[in-house]
């Protein structure tokens, strides 16, 4: 099987776990014997029954779920998949559309996202520390969210910031409690070892086919007397070597909807909206208790019994917040907006320096001292 054919295959797949393609239409575009033979029963099996679930998921919407997660992005389909896994009723909610577009899926194209339909492309405003240029930044504005239009560099995050947060008191945080998480996403190529994991659901993989200036550049980090690396997501040290790419064995991009949200969405408890914008969280006093969405036109709310988890990104996660009342007073009441929380907030605080933590627990009846520190006076 050539690449071209493995990328259309996987698009094709992924029309069926949306429930936009069925089993005769799939059969009749690829053929019987190349259905199984490339995916094997159970792959089809398993988007077939997403895409029949999730059909019925959509006509029988609730008013009610444990927990709601806020985009459908890198970290929203690790935690849609995640929390059904434990059995509790999720609803995950993306702004953008289906993830089977061949930029998405052909590895070698990745660029032609950037500024693309998939992309928010964020206008910036010209700061003098970046020469006041004018720029867009790119967001990915779909099911999978940047790891759906990313260039697929699978690299971590260095051991010292880690063990940095830990020692700060971000308990669970140190490189050693999160090295356990790393291996266990990895489908590493070199095979399992102290710092790789095997047989996990991201292959990863080196560039197969690098261009000729690569090697050209490993060569002269050796001959600058840089040390060069085997591994770079092996033992933390400084060096140059190959990168590390979420690329499939079979040549297509892993982003976290296939490796993660995909294989779940055949679960009952599991509901996902595409196309669908959150733009208000609902808070009841100082609890978020839901969301109003907006799809097709019209507006729903939709509450959460447990969590309202904010997986919207970067930009729009906060941008959420202040439209919901949720902000830096000063700025909330420029535009009109009105505070949601009581005003017993601390001074002084940015709202962009908290952003790491963006689940609202409204168990318990009290909000996180992060939140607090949200609405600024
Ligand atoms: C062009 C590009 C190249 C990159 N290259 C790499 C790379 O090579 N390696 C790497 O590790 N990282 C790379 N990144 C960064 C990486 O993709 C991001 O860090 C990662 O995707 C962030 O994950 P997230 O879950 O926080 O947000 P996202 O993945 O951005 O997910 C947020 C999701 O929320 C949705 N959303 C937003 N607002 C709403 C709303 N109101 N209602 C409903 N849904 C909403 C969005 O549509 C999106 O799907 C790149 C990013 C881009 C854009």
Not at 141 to 151: K, P, T
Not at 166 to 179: H, I, P, Q, S, T
Not at 350 to 356: K, N, P, S, V
Request: proline share 6%; aromatic share 6%; charged share 20%.
């Amino acid at each position: 099987m050539n690449q071209k054919h493995n990328e259309a295959l996987q698009s094709l797949l992924d029309q069926v776990a949306m429930g936009r393609l069925d089993r005769r239409k799939f059969v009749s575009m690829v053929g019987a014997a190349a259905a199984t033979s490339m995916f094997g029963p159970s792959l089809l099996e398993q988007a077939l029954a997403a895409g029949a679930n999730q059909e019925e998921r959509r006509a029988s919407l609730q008013t009610h779920y444990d927990f709601i997660v806020v985009g459908a992005g890198a970290a929203g389909s690790v935690l849609a998949a995640e929390l059904s896994a434990s059995g509790a009723q999720a609803l995950v909610i993306e702004s953008g559309g289906p993830d089977d577009a061949p930029t998405i899926t052909n590895p070698s194209i990745w660029f032609y996202n950037v500024g693309g339909p998939l992309d928010y492309h964020l206008p910036v405003t010209p700061s003098p520390r970046l020469n006041n240029r004018k720029f867009n930044m790119a967001l990915g504005h779909v099911l999978g969210g940047g790891s759906s239009i990313n260039a697929m560099v699978w690299t971590r995050g260095m051991q010292r910031d880690f063990d940095g947060w830990a020692k700060n008191g971000a308990k669970g945080w140190a490189f050693a409690d999160v090295l356990p998480v790393f291996k266990s996403q990895e489908d590493w190529e070199g095979g399992a070892n102290t710092w790789r994991g095997a047989g996990g659901p991201i292959h990863i993989r080196r560039p197969h086919d690098p261009h000729p200036t690569a090697p050209a550049f490993i060569e002269a980090a050796r001959e600058m007397g840089m040390p060069i690396l085997d591994d770079v997501n092996g033992p933390m040290r400084p060096g140059a070597g190959y990168i590390n790419m979420n690329i499939a064995a079979d040549g297509t991009r892993v982003s976290a909807a296939r490796a993660f949200l995909r294989p779940a969405l055949s679960r009952p408890n599991l509901t996902l909206l595409l196309n669908t914008n959150v733009v208000k969280l609902n808070f009841k006093g100082a609890r978020c208790v839901g969301v109003k969405l907006m799809t097709d036109g019209a507006v729903k709310d939709i509450a959460a019994d447990k969590e309202v988890i904010l997986a919207a990104g970067a930009i729009n996660s906060p941008k959420l917040l202040m439209l919901s009342g949720v902000g830096e007073a000063k700025a909330l009441r420029s535009r009109r907006i009105p505070i949601a929380l009581s005003p017993r907030c601390i001074t002084g605080t940015g709202l962009h320096a908290r952003q790491t933590r963006n689940t609202f627990s409204h168990e318990g009846g009290s909000i996180p001292t992060n939140l607090t520190e949200f609405c600024v006076e």
